[in-house]
């Protein structure tokens, strides 16, 4: 769908210089997602692979792939063509597709309309729970209860209810410190 370069906005990687590459298509649906253009993935034009792998520059360290829901493809052959190039790779993904690709870094944020298969919470570094309502509390926990320990854990306000619900995440925290407050910093600071 599109590729760029900007800082890394959420979770354990915040503020690191990044190399996007969003992949067309999702069909998890969540009402509240901030990319609902990256859905249909007929819209966007096909890139060839080789174009895909050499897209990122001399400077480039950290490649993220993200979507839509980028698992809906093989991604097998970039990850490792990327790799290739000697760059770290990163997935966000809701985990609703089975695995493929070689990822250095996985970000797994579930969504309720379609569950991640189980392999998922093996194979994640970080868990990102949307926070829209109060119910959303004992989804993360669900979730956080089948990740390793080792997980990194954050609470993420859904950003159209971040005044909302930020001071229950802040709450919720005081009481449970295995997890993080995840914020969308590129939004407050106006970056992609």
């Known amino acids: 769908?599109?590729?760029?370069?900007?800082?890394?906005?959420?979770?354990?990687?915040?503020?690191?210089?990044?190399?996007?590459?969003?992949?067309?298509?999702?069909?998890?649906?969540?009402?509240?997602?901030?990319?609902?253009?990256?859905?249909?993935?007929?819209?966007?034009?096909?890139?060839?692979?080789?174009?895909?792998?050499?897209?990122?520059?001399?400077?480039?360290?950290?490649?993220?792939?993200?979507?839509?829901?980028?698992?809906?493809?093989?991604?097998?052959?970039?990850?490792?063509?990327?790799?290739?190039?000697?760059?770290k790779v990163h997935l966000e993904t809701s985990g609703a597709y089975p695995v493929t690709g070689s990822w250095d870094w996985v970000c797994l944020s579930p969504k309720k309309n379609k569950l991640p298969k189980p392999e998922w919470y093996g194979l994640a570094n970080e868990l990102k729970v949307i926070v829209y309502n109060d119910d959303d509390f004992k989804w993360a926990e669900t979730h956080s209860a089948q990740c390793g320990l080792q997980i990194e854990r954050f609470l993420q306000p859904e950003w159209s209810r971040r005044d909302q619900n930020l001071p229950k995440i802040i709450a919720y925290l005081e009481s449970n410190p295995q997890w993080r407050l995840g914020l969308q910093a590129h939004k407050y600071i106006g970056m992609p």
């Open 1 to 87: 769908m599109e590729a760029f370069r900007t800082v890394q906005g959420e979770g354990a990687h915040m503020g690191r210089s990044s190399f996007f590459m969003r992949i067309g298509g999702c069909d998890v649906g969540c009402h509240w997602c901030d990319v609902k253009e990256s859905w249909d993935a007929s819209v966007h034009p096909l890139t060839e692979l080789d174009d895909l792998i050499k897209m990122p520059g001399p400077n480039d360290t950290n490649v993220v792939i993200t979507g839509g829901e980028p698992l809906m493809w093989d991604m097998g052959p970039l990850t490792e063509g990327l790799k290739a190039r000697g760059l």
